[in-house]
């Protein structure tokens, strides 16, 4: 059995590592823009689901932890080369939140059941993204004031291609990694 997924099981240094590594490839996907009309789009939800495809439920949202925090703390991780406690409480804080709340999720869905295959694994993406919009467009309607219709207008529909293809991507990778990744003693990857 795998540690990682026992409910109060240490988390193996390894495991750690990798959470932190995919937090800073969190961060540093907040830089990386794709420029796909209608908006441009960052890789942040890619390593987020990377991350919880590979590193489960556990590990997938301390990583997403991992950035948030970071960018509490000043670092300009977030989108756009923002940072501070102010983004994380502003409109488009609910993405953030949203990132460790999608990584658990993803990484929830993809437990048990053996090596997670494709139309496992796309899925179970696609259900973290929307657990990040929904969260996202819950706090343009909270602070930002928006409507629900003008807030999925700006803050879903333009990223849905681009989610998309990170999906498709995640998919592929997490096939091609998954027995790759050694989370501890006697883990094997994903369960």
Known sequence: MNREHEPHAEVPVRGMVYAAMFGAATAAGAWLIIPLPPVPVTLQTFFMALAATLLGPRLGAMSQGVYVLLGIMGLPVFSGGKAGLGVLLGPTGGYLVGFVAGAWLIGMLLRGGGRPGPFRIAPAVMAGY??????????????????????????????????????????????????????????????
Request: net charge positive; with cysteine; aromatic share 4%.
């Open 130 to 191: 929307l657990l990040v919009y929904a969260l996202g467009v819950s706090g343009l309607c909270l602070v930002a004031r928006l409507s629900l219709v003008e807030a999925v207008s700006v803050g879903v529909l333009p990223f849905l291609l681009g989610d998309a293809l990170k999906a498709a991507a995640v998919t592929v990778l997490t096939v091609k990694l998954q027995d790759r990744i050694r989370l501890g003693p006697g883990s094997r990857g994903l369960p």
